[in-house]
């Protein structure tokens, strides 16, 4: 299963960030949350230190606005992911075309519904 790294965590029920995590554990994958603030989501603390680096990522989904992003590019490239997933209202040329150049898949898409659809 593919260890996703979902930045925008929250334990807010009512986010979709928080309805990713609990979709990506149901479906088995390991799930590492990252945000802003404190909290637990899936039985898991939310990880808020930039400095905690993730080994062995697969995949990170953005639950970040673009405007908010520019302060986690040094964090998500850092993680080495082989593919970044902008969400819905996540899309962000500039982070993309870093990504790209660091050699990592890009995709427009929604982690729901590839979940949904068998294609995560």
């Known amino acids: 299963m593919k260890k996703t790294l979902v930045l925008g965590a929250t334990d807010n029920p009512s986010r979709f960030a928080y309805k990713a995590i609990h979709r990506l554990q149901q479906h088995g994958h390991d799930v590492v949350p990252v945000g802003i603030r404190k909290g637990e989501v899936g039985g898991q603390p939310i990880i808020t230190d930039k400095e905690q680096k993730i080994e062995g990522v697969d995949t990170v989904t953005l639950y970040v606005g673009p405007q ?44 729901l519904v590839m979940l949904a659809s068998s294609t995560y």
């Open 68 to 111: 908010n992003q520019p302060t986690w590019y040094d964090y998500i490239l850092s993680v080495k992911p082989k593919r970044i997933i902008f969400n819905p209202g996540t899309e962000n040329r500039e982070l993309e075309q870093m990504a790209e150049d660091a050699g990592i898949e890009t995709m427009h898409h929604c982690t």
